[in-house]
C-alpha cells in the first residue's frame, strides 16, 4: 500500500511535511521520502524505513531541508518521490495505486521515442516513473495527468510539486481517497484525513474521483473535472485505514463498531463465549462493537507488544512475517484460562498467523476459541491496490481450500458459488477453514452486512476481493 502527504505554505513547511507523512506510517513499512522547492530548489531525501521509523530515518533531513512547497510519502514498493526533468519543467512526484498494464505501457513509451527506465532491484520498472513518463507525453502537468488516469489500467492517485505549486489527483474511480486542509497562510492535501487535525489544519475539500486540483499556498483551483462514478476501496474501512480517518464522510472506528454489532446480531443466541477479545490492532474496534450489541464483557486476553515489534508484514520473507507475528502477541493467563473466547480479527488471509494465535490461547488454557473475521471471505487479489506482497491467488487460504475440493482450477460460475453465503459450496468451504485453523465455530461477516456497516451505495463500494466483481 502507501500513502502521501504535501503542503503549500507561504511559510517554511518542512516540519509539517514531515509529521504529516509519518501520520502515514501505517499504511507502508519499506521506504520514506520527502521533496521541497524553496529558495535552493529542489531537494530531496528518500530513506528504507524497513527497520527503523520514518522519524528516526528523517529527523536530520527536517533540519537541512527547506520549502514553503513539499511532498512526501510512505511506501512499501518503489523509492519515491521522483525528481523529474521534462519540457514542461522540473517537477516531483508520488503515487499510491497499481499498474497492471505495465509492460504494454512501457512498450508504447518506447515506440514513441523514450529510450530506457531505470531498473530497481527487482527487476521491474519504478511505477512512478513510468506514470511521470506518460504525464509528460502532454503539453500540461493537468492534461499529463489525465492522460495517465485514462491509459493506466488499475488505480494511481498522485501528488506531483512544480515550482508554483502543488497538482492532487484522485484516481478515476476513486478507489483510495484524497483529501485537502486549510488554515491561514496554507493548504495541506493528504492520504489519510486525520494527518493534518494536529497540525492546525481544518478540513477544505475532499476530492472526488479523477479530480484534479491545483494548490498553491493562496488557493485550490480544480484543473480537472470528477467522474461521478465511484468504486472507492471497502478494504479501507475493515482494516487499512487508521481509526481517526474517515472516508466519505464516514468515520472508520465507527464503521468497525458497527461491523461488530451486525456481527453479533448474526450470531443471535448460537455461542455463549465469555469474553470477546479482538486480535490487535485493527481487530480491537470491532470486538468492541460485537461486545456492546451482545452484552459479553470485553477483555484483552493477549496483548501486542508495541515498543518494538514492528507491523506483522514488514519483512519481506513469509517466514519472518509469521516468527514476528507469534512475538508480539503476549497472552494474559489469567484471562484466557477456563475461558470460551470469541475472537475477532480484521480478516483471514493466509491463515497462518491467527491459527498460531487460537493455538497458543488453548495452550494457554482456553477452553473454545470461536472466530469472527470482520469481513467476508477474501476470493480474490486485489487488482488495484498494492494491499499484500503475495504473488499468487493461491496464498490465500480459501483458494488453497477450493482448489484441493474442486481438483483444480475452477470457472467464475464456482467462485461465485463459493462467495455466496448459504450455498452448499460456501458451507464446505467455511467448514473445511474452520478444521484446518482448528476454531470451535467460524462464521465471516456477510457482504450484505458490510456495506451495511459501511453506509454508502454498494455501487459505490469497490467489493473485488470478496465477489470478484469490478
Not at 506510517?25 to 529558495?39: D, I, Y
Not at 527487482?122 to 485514462?150: F, P
Not at 476501496?233 to 481517526?244: E, R
Not at 467448514?431 to 459501511?454: A, C, G, M, P, W
Request: hydrophobic share 35%; net charge negative.
Amino acid at each position: 500500500m502507501g500513502g502521501f502527504f504535501g503542503v503549500a505554505s507561504k511559510k517554511d513547511c518542512v516540519l509539517e511535511l514531515f509529521y504529516g507523512v509519518d501520520y502515514h506510517s501505517h499504511l507502508g513499512t519499506r521506504r520514506g521520502g520527502m521533496a521541497t522547492f524553496g529558495k535552493q530548489g529542489f531537494e530531496r531525501a528518500i530513506h528504507n524505513i524497513e527497520n527503523s521509523p520514518f522519524r528516526t530515518k528523517f529527523d536530520k533531513d527536517v533540519g537541512e531541508m527547506q520549502g514553503n512547497l513539499g511532498i512526501g510519502c510512505i511506501s512499501d514498493f518503489e523509492p519515491q518521490p521522483l525528481l523529474i526533468r521534462s519540457h514542461l519543467g522540473s517537477f516531483a512526484i508520488t503515487t499510491v495505486g497499481k499498474i497492471n498494464n505495465t509492460e504494454e505501457l512501457l512498450d508504447m513509451t518506447y515506440s514513441q521515442g523514450h529510450t530506457h527506465f531505470q531498473e530497481m532491484s527487482t527487476g521491474q520498472v519504478n511505477a512512478t516513473e513510468l506514470v511521470a513518463s506518460l504525464i509528460c507525453k502532454q503539453a500540461s502537468i493537468a492534461e499529463g495527468i489525465r492522460y495517465a488516469q485514462d491509459v493506466i489500467d488499475g488505480s494511481m492517485t498522485m501528488l506531483v510539486m512544480t515550482e508554483k505549486g502543488l497538482y492532487a489527483a484522485r484516481d478515476k474511480k476513486g478507489r483510495t481517497p484524497l483529501v485537502i486542509g486549510c488554515k491561514e497562510d496554507a493548504y495541506c492535501v493528504s492520504f489519510e484525513s486525520f494527518a493534518y487535525i494536529n497540525l492546525g489544519y481544518r478540513d477544505y475539500k475532499e476530492l472526488k474521483p479523477a479530480e484534479i486540483a491545483f494548490i498553491t499556498p493562496e488557493g485550490v483551483e480544480t484543473v480537472g473535472e470528477p467522474s461521478e462514478e465511484m468504486k472507492i476501496c471497502s478494504f479501507l474501512w475493515v482494516y487499512y485505514g487508521y481509526p481517526t480517518s474517515s472516508y466519505e464522510g464516514i468515520n472508520v472506528e465507527e464503521m468497525r463498531y458497527k461491523c461488530g454489532s451486525m456481527l453479533a446480531k448474526r450470531d443471535g443466541n448460537q455461542v455463549e463465549p465469555d469474553v470477546i477479545a479482538g486480535v490487535p490492532d485493527s481487530g480491537v474496534a470491532h470486538a468492541i462493537g460485537y461486545s456492546n450489541e451482545a452484552g459479553i464483557p470485553y477483555a484483552r486476553p493477549f496483548i501486542k507488544y508495541t515498543p518494538t515489534w514492528p507491523r506483522s508484514f514488514m519483512p519481506t520473507t513469509q517466514n519472518q512475517r509469521n516468527l514476528i507475528a507469534r512475538m508480539k502477541l503476549i497472552p494474559v493467563q489469567a484471562l484466557i484460562e477456563h475461558k470460551k473466547l470469541l475472537l475477532i480479527d480484521d480478516s483471514i488471509v493466509r491463515g497462518t498467523q491467527l491459527r498460531e494465535t487460537t493455538e497458543f490461547l488453548y495452550r494457554s488454557g482456553a477452553k473454545e476459541v470461536h472466530v469472527r473475521p470482520a469481513c467476508p471471505p477474501l476470493l480474490y487479489g486485489c487488482k488495484y491496490l498494492n494491499f499484500s506482497r503475495s504473488k499468487s491467488e493461491m496464498d490465500l487460504i480459501t483458494r488453497r481450500v477450493i482448489l484441493e475440493k474442486e481438483g483444480g482450477e475452477c470457472s467464475p460460475e464456482v467462485l461465485e458459488e463459493y462467495a455466496k453465503p448459504g450455498s452448499c459450496r460456501y458451507e464446505q468451504m467455511i467448514e473445511e477453514i474452520r478444521k484446518q485453523q482448528n476454531f470451535t465455530t467460524l462464521r465471516y461477516h456477510r457482504l450484505d452486512d458490510l456495506v451495511e456497516s459501511i453506509g454508502l451505495p454498494a455501487c459505490k463500494l469497490c467489493t473485488y476481493c470478496f465477489n470478484g466483481k469490478e
